[in-house]
């Protein structure tokens, strides 16, 4: 099944939105509000997780990280919560070109 088949059945299957970019998850902050994060449609997403230092993580994950915990560290989620490792951990000078990763920093 290739990627957007599988985000497609991952999107249906947690009653997520969607745009033709984006996939968001809505949720209630700490602060009883409610908010949303939007994710771009990438089979990868890459985590800053420190000076020089990078996992990229498959998509799925990492969104059924932020619905298990939207407002807390996506790294110790993925880790503690779900126990995903990284799909590859690199440093800023061995990184390849990105076209189908998203980054983000924590």
Known sequence: ??????????????????????????????????????????????????????????????LEASIKAPEDSLIRTLASVLDRQPVTVRHGDELPPADDVSEATL
């Open 1 to 62: 099944m290739e990627f957007m088949e599988r985000l497609h059945d991952f999107i249906q299957r947690h009653g997520l939105e969607e745009t033709p970019e984006y996939v968001i998850i809505s949720f209630v902050g700490r602060d009883g509000r409610r908010k949303r994060a939007f994710f771009l449609k990438r089979p990868y997403m890459r985590l800053v997780v420190g000076e020089n230092r990078y996992a990229d993580y498959r998509l799925e994950d990492v």
